[in-house]
């Protein structure tokens, strides 16, 4: 670990230029799968009162097999700090603007359970003040000398005592990215930053999920009933333990107090999980809604501009910044681009910003004015070639769906892959999709688009429950149909993916057409039924999506599962999927590749040994390496794109009207 004082512009050379810029001269070179694992992720940006930026940014280091996360400080008075470390996220400003308090795992080994709250005063090393066992969630600061922190908090027995078993009464027995949760709850707890000593202060049976410091007391909420995700309780306690009922009956994802208005991102559960999510003022007791005119789904509160909240929401493809009050929603940032996340304090706001030819880089605005901060990922652009997709949407039934492709040099006829989001309340758009750029580099036309039930439009066009498969595959389909009329695609060489529900959307599209000459499937679902079983969410998330539960609506759940409808598959289909995805359990691939083995179909399946839901982005640096290699190898010999060479099939055909 090491704190470092010095010019910025000294730091991007000596970290961030490619290992090979000094042999390219300013050619621009095609794009490689040893970029993409270069490019940096910025994590979070944090304002204090005085103005300083800390900004969180992850960069993998690949021999290590490790990302190294750096904090980086910009001081008002121009001083520029650099804290280099392993895990660490949440940066938090003190009241007083002379601390900086994060989580982090520094120092900590491969087996060592939890993370820490470490607090640095702007010189010096950052020194630990407390330990979770069961980690840190999340942290805030009460005054300059004490934080609130959210720890998993396990109940009496849930730890076997010699480690070899865990014991729980509780739905869900483990979490995507978390693991083992069963009888674990969150609680609060004050840390006195001098001493080190940790009191918990709450003792809530179900876990809370968020909180907010309002004045000298702390605002949290939970759920009513642990077997359902919503409604949630919202609360507030004080530091003595004095606490009082404030709101409920909404589903909230964000409280956030401003000059003692407690803010809330809630819905009232209009249409399900699917709800968008609103801004409202909590007062007397009541919510009073200040975005529902907007009817977008709004992903943050991302702090106070001039006393206002100020927020991020997605709109048709874009993310934008807004401020929203009485009067309205006044957007700050609105381009061809995506906020990522964004933090404001007094008439400062910053952001993390990318497009799709630009990777994230941080920007402050002003007064009106708008500045660029980090050049981070700047080498990309200059060094590779980048596309911009065209944008190309299409009318169906009545509703304009919006989509993209993305076409690479050259005037003959190529392969074609079509990308589908996750979800379902995804959303693609002007995204800076390194996968996608990393294909257009290989030679394919990508395409892309956010059929019925993604985000980023009104809350009917989100609602695609009971219809998964249907609606979003004739939308997606006749997308398709529009950029094989205008592009130069082969048709004999069309390829099919998508992550999570584009998984589970690719697993359908094979059993319904036979256009696709290959398809690959990762992290999704296949069997419905399973999935209610398993899933950390299925038994509150497929009631909601598919209707009723595998005990009373067994023929829906059938329906809906393509593992049980490969009969008449012909195409090809690659399966990928990470041990620890406990979102989408890896019985799902397992239960496609088993349908289609045994019914004579050509599949494979690659299963990593680690990884969570999220595993083609967050997953280890050589697993995503890996991932690529395997994907793009596997569509290229299924594509017959070999030497240049070319592979025809006479056997395309339609099983549902294409």
Same mark, same amino acid.
């Given at each position: 670990?090491?704190?470092? $004082? =010095?010019?910025?512009?000294?730091?991007?050379?000596?970290?961030?230029?490619?290992?090979?810029?000094? &042999?390219?001269?300013?050619?621009?070179?095609?794009?490689?799968?040893?970029?993409?694992?270069?490019?940096?992720?910025?994590?979070?940006?944090?304002?204090?009162?005085?103005?300083?930026?800390?900004?969180?940014?992850?960069?993998?280091?690949?021999?290590?097999? $490790?990302?190294?996360?750096?904090?980086?400080?910009?001081?008002?008075?121009?001083?520029?700090? *650099?804290?280099?470390?392993?895990?660490?996220?949440?940066?938090?400003?003190?009241?007083?603007?002379?601390?900086?308090?994060?989580?982090?795992?520094?120092?900590?080994?491969?087996?060592?359970?939890?993370?820490?709250?470490?607090?640095?005063?702007?010189?010096?090393?950052?020194?630990?003040?407390?330990?979770?066992?069961?980690?840190?969630?999340?942290?805030?600061?009460?005054?300059?000398?004490?934080?609130?922190?959210?720890?998993? =908090?396990?109940?009496?027995?849930?730890?076997?005592?010699?480690?070899?078993?865990?014991?729980?009464?509780?739905?869900?027995?483990?979490?995507? !990215?978390?693991?083992?949760?069963?009888?674990?709850?969150?609680?609060?707890?004050?840390?006195?930053?001098?001493?080190?000593?940790?009191?918990?202060? =709450?003792? #809530?049976?179900?876990?809370?999920?968020?909180?907010?410091?309002?004045?000298?007391?702390?605002?949290?909420?939970?759920?009513?009933?642990?077997?359902?995700?919503?409604?949630?309780?919202?609360?507030?306690?004080?530091?003595? !333990?004095?606490?009082?009922?404030?709101?409920?009956?909404?589903?909230?994802?964000?409280? *956030?107090?401003?000059?003692?208005?407690?803010?809330?991102?809630?819905?009232?559960?209009?249409?399900?999980?699917?709800?968008?999510?609103?801004?409202?003022?909590?007062?007397?007791?009541?919510?009073?809604?200040?975005?529902?005119?907007?009817?977008?789904?709004?992903?943050?509160?991302?702090?106070?501009? %001039?006393?206002?909240?100020?927020?991020?929401?997605?709109?048709?493809?874009?993310?934008?910044?807004?401020?929203?009050?009485? $009067?309205?929603?006044?957007?700050?940032?609105?381009?061809?681009?995506?906020?990522?996340? @964004?933090?404001?304090?007094?008439?400062?706001?910053?952001?993390?910003?990318?497009?799709?030819?630009?990777?994230?880089?941080?920007?402050?605005?002003?007064?009106?004015?708008?500045?660029?901060?980090?050049?981070?990922? #700047?080498?990309?652009?200059?060094?590779?070639?980048?596309?911009?997709?065209? *944008?190309?949407?299409?009318?169906?039934?009545?509703?304009?769906?919006?989509?993209?492709?993305?076409?690479?040099?050259?005037?003959?006829?190529?392969?074609?892959?079509?990308?589908?989001?996750?979800?379902?309340?995804?959303?693609? !758009?002007?995204?800076?999709?390194?996968?996608? &750029?990393?294909?257009?580099?290989?030679?394919?036309?990508?395409?892309?688009?956010?059929?019925?039930?993604?985000?980023?439009?009104?809350?009917?066009?989100?609602?695609?429950?009971?219809?998964?498969?249907?609606?979003?595959?004739?939308?997606?389909? =006749?997308?398709?149909?529009?950029?094989?009329?205008?592009?130069?695609?082969?048709? %004999?060489?069309?390829?099919?993916?998508?992550?999570?529900?584009?998984?589970?959307?690719?697993?359908?599209?094979?059993?319904?057409?036979?256009?696709?000459? @290959?398809?690959?499937?990762?992290?999704?679902?296949?069997?419905?039924?399973?999935?209610?079983?398993?899933?950390?969410?299925?038994?509150?998330?497929?009631?909601?999506?598919?209707?009723?539960?595998?005990?009373?609506?067994?023929? #829906?759940?059938?329906?809906?599962?393509?593992?049980?409808?490969? @009969?008449?598959?012909?195409?090809?289909?690659?399966?990928?999927?990470?041990?620890?995805?406990?979102?989408?359990?890896?019985?799902?691939?397992?239960?496609?590749?088993?349908?289609?083995?045994?019914?004579?179909?050509?599949?494979?399946?690659?299963?990593?040994?680690?990884?969570?839901?999220?595993?083609?982005?967050?997953? #280890?640096?050589?697993?995503?390496?890996?991932?690529?290699?395997?994907?793009?190898?596997?569509?290229?010999?299924?594509?017959?794109?070999?030497?240049?060479?070319?592979?025809?099939? %006479?056997?395309?055909?339609?099983? &549902?009207?294409?």
């Amino acid at each position: 670990m090491r704190g470092l $004082k =010095t010019n910025s512009t000294e730091i991007c050379l000596q970290a961030y230029i490619p290992y090979n810029a000094s &042999q390219i001269g300013g050619f621009v070179r095609r794009l490689t799968i040893d970029d993409v694992i270069r490019i940096a992720r910025i994590t979070d940006v944090r304002l204090s009162q005085k103005g300083d930026l800390a900004i969180i940014d992850l960069v993998a280091d690949v021999d290590k097999n $490790k990302y190294v996360s750096e904090i980086r400080v910009l001081t008002s008075a121009g001083d520029e700090f *650099y804290l280099v470390g392993e895990g660490d996220s949440s940066p938090r400003w003190s009241p007083s603007s002379n601390k900086l308090a994060f989580i982090s795992r520094r120092g900590a080994g491969k087996d060592d359970k939890g993370s820490g709250i470490y607090v640095w005063g702007l010189r010096g090393e950052p020194r630990r003040v407390a330990w979770f066992r069961d980690g840190v969630l999340d942290l805030e600061w009460l005054d300059d000398n004490t934080l609130v922190a959210l720890s998993a =908090t396990p109940r009496e027995g849930f730890y076997d005592p010699d480690g070899d078993y865990i014991s729980t009464d509780r739905l869900p027995i483990w979490f995507d !990215g978390r693991g083992f949760i069963g009888s674990l709850t969150g609680q609060l707890y004050l840390v006195d930053i001098d001493s080190g000593r940790v009191r918990r202060i =709450t003792d #809530e049976e179900n876990s809370i999920q968020g909180f907010s410091i309002c004045g000298n007391a702390i605002c949290y909420y939970t759920r009513e009933e642990w077997r359902r995700p919503f409604p949630h309780v919202v609360k507030r306690i004080t530091p003595g !333990g004095s606490q009082d009922l404030i709101l409920r009956g909404y589903a909230v994802s964000q409280l *956030y107090s401003i000059d003692s208005e407690l803010y809330m991102l809630g819905h009232r559960m209009s249409i399900g999980i699917a709800s968008h999510y609103r801004l409202w003022r909590i007062l007397d007791g009541d919510a009073h809604c200040l975005s529902c005119s907007l009817d977008k789904n709004i992903h943050m509160i991302a702090g106070d501009l %001039d006393g206002k909240p100020l927020v991020v929401y997605p709109d048709q493809g874009r993310i934008v910044l807004s401020v929203i009050d009485s $009067k309205g929603p006044r957007d700050l940032v609105r381009r061809n681009g995506v906020v990522i996340t @964004a933090n404001a304090r007094g008439g400062r706001a910053a952001y993390v910003y990318a497009s799709p030819t630009q990777p994230p880089e941080v920007y402050v605005v002003e007064n009106g004015s708008e500045k660029r901060i980090t050049r981070i990922n #700047e080498w990309v652009s200059r060094e590779a070639k980048l596309y911009e997709p065209i *944008y190309e949407p299409v009318e169906i039934n009545g509703r304009r769906i919006d989509g993209w492709v993305i076409i690479p040099e050259g005037d003959s006829r190529k392969p074609l892959i079509l990308y589908i989001h996750g979800g379902p309340k995804g959303m693609y !758009g002007y995204y800076f999709n390194p996968e996608m &750029q990393l294909m257009a580099s290989e030679g394919f036309i990508v395409a892309f688009c956010n059929p019925r039930g993604s985000d980023g439009y009104d809350e009917e066009f989100a609602d695609i429950r009971g219809g998964y498969g249907e609606r979003d595959y004739e939308e997606i389909m =006749t997308f398709l149909d529009n950029i094989v009329r205008k592009y130069p695609v082969d048709e %004999d060489r069309m390829a099919v993916t998508g992550i999570s529900y584009g998984g589970y959307m690719t697993n359908v599209v094979i059993t319904k057409t036979h256009r696709f000459r @290959a398809a690959v499937s990762e992290n999704g679902i296949a069997d419905w039924i399973a999935d209610y079983w398993a899933s950390d969410i299925g038994y509150y998330f497929n009631p909601d999506q598919i209707g009723g539960t595998p005990i009373d609506n067994l023929e #829906e759940y059938i329906r809906k599962s393509p593992a049980l409808h490969v @009969a008449s598959v012909k195409t090809p289909l690659l399966l990928i999927h990470s041990m620890e995805d406990y979102r989408c359990f890896i019985d799902q691939s397992l239960a496609m590749h088993t349908a289609m083995v045994m019914a004579g179909k050509d599949s494979r399946i690659v299963v990593f040994t680690k990884g969570s839901h999220g595993h083609s982005i967050a997953g #280890e640096p050589r697993h995503r390496k890996k991932r690529y290699e395997i994907k793009i190898s596997w569509l290229k010999e299924k594509l017959g794109i070999k030497n240049g060479g070319r592979e025809s099939r %006479d056997t395309r055909h339609t099983i &549902q009207g294409h």
